[in-house]
């Protein structure tokens, strides 16, 4: 990780957030323990809202 992509000299806070975010998924991702349910694409869930009357 070098310091000098972040943005943080150039004051550029977006480029910031979006290499901590990227940093902080790469993370998570070594400690997530996939499974074979994983792989599986997610149903469609209908939207239980309705709207007030």
């Not at 992509?5 to 150039?10: A, K, L, P, S, T």
């Not at 979006?18 to 939207?47: C, H, T």
């Amino acid at each position: 990780m070098n310091l000098n992509d972040f943005g943080i000299w150039n004051n550029d806070y977006e480029l910031f957030l979006n290499k901590r975010a990227e940093i902080i998924s790469q993370e998570i991702e070594k400690r997530i323990i996939k499974q074979k349910i994983d792989e599986r694409l997610q149903g469609d869930i209908d939207d239980d809202y309705e709207p007030e009357v």
